[in-house]
């Protein structure tokens, strides 16, 4: 699933106000409040947004699950969930989003299926 840290139209390419990245954790089925993964860079594990970095520009993202071993449960990103979004400084925000339906994103498997969590309102 991928999310988009996207500044707001009045402070984007600013230098002097840097939002710091949150971080995020997932609700889904019997896992609640799991950490996840948040990679610049799809199925590879080299690649790492950490909770804190400073960031002038806006930046996709992907959610992926920890790796093996991180005694976390896997979450599905295909089923209804909600992700928690919890500033460095603030209040968290919840964003609920539906199961996936490929009949609603294009129909087939090479279609966009993304849901862009719109962390514009936060930044």
Known sequence: ??????????????????PLFPAFFANEGAATNEHIRVAAEPNTYLSQITHGTAYVSNVE?????????????????NN???????????????FT???????????GLLADTAYRI??????
């Open 1 to 18: 699933m991928l999310g988009e840290f996207a500044r707001s139209p009045a402070n984007a390419g600013r230098t002097d106000v840097q």
């Open 61 to 77: 993202f992907v959610f992926e699950n920890l790796p093996a071993g991180s005694d976390e449960p896997l979450i599905n990103y």
């Open 80 to 94: 209804a969930l909600s992700i928690v979004v919890v500033p460095v400084e603030g209040a968290s925000t919840l």
């Open 97 to 107: 989003i539906p199961a996936y339906e490929s009949l609603q994103i294009g129909g």
């Open 118 to 123: 719109p962390l514009r309102q936060l930044f």
